[in-house]
C-alpha cells in the first residue's frame, strides 16, 4: 500500500518561500514518477508539478513556473517542492502522491497514495 506524508506547509507573507517535502513508502520510489497538488478552498485539485523517475523531466502548472522547483532524493525516498515568491493565490492545501500509468500529468485521476496534506497559508 503506497503511503506518503507531506510536511512543511505553514503560514508565509508574499513574496516569501516555503519548501514541502514528501516521504513515501509501500512503492518503488526511485522508479516511481511523482506530482504535487493543491487544493484551495472550494476548488478543484489541481496539478502544480511533475517529476519522472530520474528526475530528468519536470512539468508545472503555468502559474507556478519560474517560482516553484520539485525536486528528489531517490535514496531517502523523498520529493520536494521548493516555492519561492509565493503569492496569496497560491494558498491551498499541498498534496504528493505517485504517479500510476497513462492519462496527463496533471490529472489527479493517474495518481495514487494521497496523504493528508500540508496546508499553505501566504498572507499580505
Do not use: H
Not at 523531466?57 to 507556478?64: A, F, R
Not at 490529472?107 to 500540508?118: K, L, N, R
Request: proline content about 1%.
Amino acid at each position: 500500500q503506497v503511503q506518503v506524508v507531506e510536511s512543511g506547509g505553514g503560514l508565509v507573507q508574499a513574496g516569501g518561500s516555503l519548501r514541502l517535502s514528501c516521504t513515501a513508502s509501500g512503492l518503488n520510489f526511485g522508479a516511481n514518477d511523482m506530482g504535487w497538488f493543491r487544493q484551495a478552498s472550494g476548488k478543484e485539485r489541481e496539478g502544480v508539478a511533475f517529476i519522472n523517475w530520474t528526475g530528468g523531466t519536470k512539468y508545472y502548472l503555468d502559474s507556478v513556473k519560474g517560482r516553484f522547483t520539485v525536486s528528489r532524493d531517490n535514496a531517502k525516498s523523498t520529493l520536494y517542492l521548493q516555492m519561492n515568491s509565493l503569492k496569496l493565490e497560491d494558498t491551498a492545501m499541498y498534496y504528493c502522491a505517485a504517479k500510476t500509468y497513462g492519462g496527463v500529468w496533471s490529472d489527479p485521476a493517474y495518481y495514487i497514495g494521497w496523504g493528508q496534506g500540508t496546508q499553505v497559508t501566504v498572507s499580505s
